[in-house]
C-alpha cells in the first residue's frame, strides 16, 4: 500500500492561546510544527500546511502552504478539504491529516489508520475514556475520491465532521492512552508547561 500525501491542519483561530499560529510556539526548544514534522515525516510521502492568511510566516519550513478554500473559518473539514485539492494535484490517491498543536501523536498513526480504514477508504483516530470512544476527527485518512462530495456538504453548511464521515462508514483507529493520550492537544498556555513534561515520555 502506497503512502499518502501529509496535511498538518493548522487553520485554526487559537482564540484561546490569545490568537497567532499555535504550530509556531515552542515546547522543549522546538516549535510544535517541527515536532508534528519529525513524527509525519517517516509515515507519508509529501507535506502540505493548510493555514490561512500570509504564507510567508512559515517560509522556514519549506512546505506549500495551502489555503481553506471557503471563507468564514468553516472549521476542519475546510482544511481537509484544501489538503484533498492539493493532493488531487499531486495525482495521489489519499490524505492524512494531523493537528498542527499535537506533538505526540502515534508514531503509526498511518499504518494503524490504512488498516482500519472502511469500504470508501475513510478512517478516523480515537481513544477510549472511561469506556467511551473519543474520535479525533483532526487525524484522519481521506480519500482523494470523495473530495467533490465533501465539498458539497461543506458548500451545504455541514460543519461537524464526524456527520460525514459516519455517511461514509469511515473506520475506527483506536489508540491507547498510557502512558498518556497521544492526541493530547495545546490549547491553552497553561498547556504548553504540560507539554514540556510529556516531551519526556514521549
Do not use: Y
Amino acid at each position: 500500500m502506497s503512502a499518502p500525501l501529509g496535511v498538518i491542519l493548522a487553520g485554526g483561530q487559537a482564540t484561546r492561546m490569545g490568537g497567532g499560529d499555535k504550530g509556531l510556539r515552542v515546547v522543549a526548544g522546538k516549535c510544535l510544527l517541527d515536532h508534528v514534522l519529525d513524527r509525519l515525516r517517516p509515515q507519508v510521502g509529501q507535506i502540505a500546511l493548510n493555514a490561512n492568511g500570509a504564507p510567508a510566516r512559515f517560509d522556514d519550513f519549506g512546505l506549500p502552504v495551502v489555503p481553506d478554500s471557503l471563507p468564514d473559518w468553516p472549521g476542519p473539514l475546510a482544511g481537509v478539504l484544501a489538503g484533498l485539492d492539493w493532493a488531487a494535484g499531486q495525482g495521489a490517491d489519499a490524505i492524512v491529516t494531523v493537528a498542527a498543536d499535537t506533538p505526540f501523536f502515534p508514531r503509526d498513526l498511518v499504518a494503524r489508520l490504512q488498516a482500519a480504514a472502511g469500504p470508501s477508504g475513510l478512517a478516523l483516530a480515537a481513544t477510549r475514556e472511561g469506556g467511551k470512544l473519543w474520535r479525533h476527527p483532526t487525524f484522519g485518512l481521506w480519500p482523494v475520491a470523495l473530495r467533490e462530495d465533501l465539498r458539497a456538504a461543506l458548500t451545504g453548511g455541514l460543519r461537524k465532521v464526524v456527520l460525514w464521515t459516519d455517511t461514509h462508514g469511515a473506520g475506527t483507529a483506536e489508540f491507547e492512552t498510557v502512558p498518556f493520550d497521544p492526541f493530547f492537544n495545546i490549547n491553552t498556555p497553561e498547556d504548553i508547561a504540560s507539554a514540556e513534561q510529556l516531551v519526556r515520555q514521549a
